[in-house]
């Protein structure tokens, strides 16, 4: 059966992982994880396959993986990609999906997060980097700047944040607005080096090289 992205997205069950996840993660101090980012990261993996010619179906199975990427941390933070997969494997097996389309995007889901995961298909490699490039200012829960810690301070700083395929398809830019009074560009590096790597280990993946541009700068 070909379960679509809006049977994934009207779910009950989806809506629900996806909040008490976000809530967990609130109760810890991590920022905004639920609806705005696994939709804004489902997206993402959608354009970046979609602007390299993959087919439709395996489109839809990167936005579905990135719609259901991070409900893994109702369970813990901890191995949340692994957590993750499995929750999704049962969703997506309840639902009837084919087994194959499951071990696409279970794979995807359990390969996502830094220091455990390689981009070991294209849909892994799209919700890696879609996932690795939501930084903004609307991530931040944190009301009180004076109390901001360096995660709230460097997403807070971004003020736009892109993520493109060159004309040429030879590679994919993650371009960013800081406001440099709020964060160093430094800092953005200290919290988010790993991140980056792993980006471009996926952009790779997919024949793609990896650009970071902050303030209109070439950095990596």
Same mark, same amino acid.
Request: hydrophobic letters at 40%; aromatic letters at 6%.
């Given at each position: 059966?070909?379960?679509?992205?809006?049977?994934?997205?009207?779910?009950?069950?989806?809506?629900?992982?996806?909040?008490?996840?976000?809530?967990?993660?609130?109760?810890?101090?991590?920022?905004?994880?639920?609806?705005?980012?696994?939709?804004?990261?489902?997206?993402?993996?959608?354009?970046?396959?979609?602007?390299?010619?993959?087919?439709?179906?395996?489109?839809?199975?990167?936005?579905?993986?990135?719609?259901?990427?991070?409900?893994?941390? /109702?369970?813990?933070? +901890? =191995?949340? &990609?692994? @957590?993750?997969?499995?929750?999704? #494997?049962?969703?997506?097996?309840?639902?009837?999906?084919?087994?194959?389309?499951?071990?696409?995007?279970?794979?995807?889901?359990?390969?996502?997060?830094?220091?455990?995961?390689?981009?070991?298909?294209?849909?892994?490699?799209?919700?890696?980097?879609?996932?690795?490039?939501?930084?903004?200012?609307?991530?931040?829960?944190?009301?009180?700047?004076?109390?901001?810690?360096?995660?709230?301070?460097?997403?807070?700083?971004?003020?736009?944040?892109?993520?493109?395929?060159?004309?040429?398809?030879?590679?994919?830019? /993650?371009?960013?607005? +800081? =406001?440099? &009074?709020? @964060?160093?560009?430094?800092?953005? #590096?200290?919290?988010?080096?790993?991140?980056?790597?792993?980006?471009?280990?996926?952009?790779?993946?997919?024949?793609?090289?990896?650009?970071?541009?902050?303030?209109?700068?070439?950095?990596?």
């Amino acid at each position: 059966m070909k379960i679509t992205l809006e049977q994934i997205k009207s779910n009950k069950d989806v809506k629900t992982y996806i909040t008490k996840a976000d809530e967990s993660l609130k109760a810890l101090g991590y920022t905004e994880h639920s609806f705005a980012h696994v939709g804004k990261v489902s997206e993402r993996a959608a354009y970046i396959l979609k602007t390299l010619g993959y087919d439709e179906r395996t489109v839809e199975l990167a936005e579905i993986a990135g719609y259901l990427h991070d409900i893994g941390n /109702l369970v813990n933070r +901890v =191995d949340h &990609s692994q @957590s993750g997969a499995v929750m999704a #494997f049962r969703l997506l097996d309840k639902l009837g999906m084919d087994a194959e389309e499951i071990a696409t995007v279970v794979t995807a889901i359990g390969n996502h997060d830094e220091g455990t995961g390689v981009a070991v298909n294209p849909v892994a490699a799209a919700l890696i980097i879609a996932d690795k490039c939501d930084v903004r200012r609307t991530r931040v829960r944190n009301s009180d700047y004076s109390t901001f810690d360096i995660h709230d301070r460097v997403n807070y700083s971004v003020e736009k944040s892109t993520v493109t395929v060159s004309e040429d398809k030879r590679s994919i830019i /993650l371009e960013l607005e +800081v =406001d440099t &009074s709020i @964060s160093a560009v430094i800092d953005y #590096f200290q919290i988010f080096i790993g991140r980056m790597q792993m980006s471009r280990q996926a952009a790779e993946a997919i024949g793609l090289t990896f650009s970071l541009v902050i303030n209109g700068q070439k950095l990596l």
